[in-house]
């Protein structure tokens, strides 16, 4: 079964406007990171935001929040107004368990390429 | 600050040989990891170094095998490449025991003929 499902292969949206990328993962143990990277072209894979999953708040950074819904077991990942810089890869990634020492390694998720329509 | 480097950015080989990559981790971070990022999917994650040790591996042959140096740089070392090898490689370091982010380089896009 897979760990991290990002059903959405490719999304559009127009410039300024707000889009969620979806995300659901699958996991028993009750410590875990959540995580979403961005890639451009480039390829290199920047942090975009952060949800351990005993944090009681949804995360925010800037334009991007994290829509945690835990029962459901699932990380949408929103970004605000939207910008054509924001075009790029998008990966959902989960760390298990999440804690320091015996951290597992990342998980991902097969992405959902965005694409900011001017 | 330098962040996470990795060289060099392409490379051509063909099947059957061997390859290096190299990758320095952004500085403060000791602890190494390599992900293989195949055309279409996520990164899978290879191996973990950590006190120029092997700490941690995904499903991915002894084909593939690593080193960690004093200065907690790493090698990526990839044998006999197959044609299924041709991807993109990446290395993220971290800082043991935080429960932080890891840092991404840009890669290296090898590519077996």
């Known amino acids: 079964a897979q760990k991290i499902t990002q059903t959405q292969p490719g999304m559009f949206v127009q410039e300024k406007e707000a889009v969620t990328l979806d995300c659901t993962y699958d996991?028993?143990?009750?410590?875990?990171?959540l995580f979403w990277y961005k890639q451009p072209s480039s390829g290199e894979m920047i942090f975009l935001i952060y949800?351990?999953?005993?944090?009681?708040q949804n995360a925010t950074e800037g334009r991007y929040s994290l829509n945690f819904q835990k029962a459901r077991k699932s990380a949408n990942l929103v970004i605000s107004a939207s910008q054509l810089g924001d075009s790029a890869m998008y990966f959902c990634a989960m760390r298990e368990p999440d804690y320091g020492g015996s951290q597992g390694n990342l998980i991902f998720g097969k992405g959902t390429k965005l694409s900011v329509k001017p | 600050d330098a962040g996470v480097t990795q060289s060099p950015t392409h490379l051509i080989k063909t099947r059957g040989q061997q390859v290096t990559l190299r990758c320095s981790p952004k500085s403060g971070h000791d602890t190494v990891s390599w992900y293989q990022q195949a055309l279409g999917q996520g990164p899978q994650f290879i191996f973990q170094y950590y006190e120029e040790e092997e700490r941690q591996r995904g499903n991915f042959p002894d084909r593939f095998s690593g080193h960690q140096f004093p200065n907690y740089s790493s090698e990526l070392n990839v044998n006999a490449l197959l044609l299924g090898d041709s991807a993109l490689y990446l290395c993220?370091?971290?800082?043991?025991?935080?429960?932080?982010?890891?840092?991404f380089g840009s890669g290296t896009q090898l590519s077996v003929l």
């Open positions: 949800q351990g999953s005993y944090d009681q």
């Open positions: 993220a370091s971290s800082f043991e025991g935080t429960n932080e982010k890891l840092f």
């Open positions: 996991t028993s143990d009750p410590s875990y990171g």
